[in-house]
């Protein structure tokens, strides 16, 4: 399976990086946008469901603080997630829609 490319992007003054998200029936690659101050990685509930995750079905739950107030997000964890080389196994996201303008597709915390 192929990994993303190593190679950051920086448009419009946003730090993004193609990142392999991997659920128990396929994976995809998206957009991340580098987020410094995030604890999480946010992707959205449809890219959840396209590898094969239903977040409404998640029993785990948290506030998240976005530009619009506050909302309460599922957490899944997925298979693995890899960027930049390195792969990451059974990680926890926060399934929540950016706004549909957004240029990437979710954020990649830290």
Known sequence: MPLPSKSPLIEDGLLSFY???TGPKTYRIIKLAMDTGATYTIISPETAVSIGYNPIA?????EV?????TIIAPIITIKSIAC???KVA?????CHD????????GLLGV
């Open 98 to 105: 950016l706004p549909r303008q957004s240029p990437v597709k």
């Open 84 to 86: 930049l080389g390195y």
């Open 65 to 69: 603080t976005t530009a619009s107030g």
């Open 58 to 62: 998640s029993k785990k739950h948290i």
């Open 19 to 21: 990142v392999q998200i």
């Open 90 to 94: 059974n990680i926890d996201v926060i």
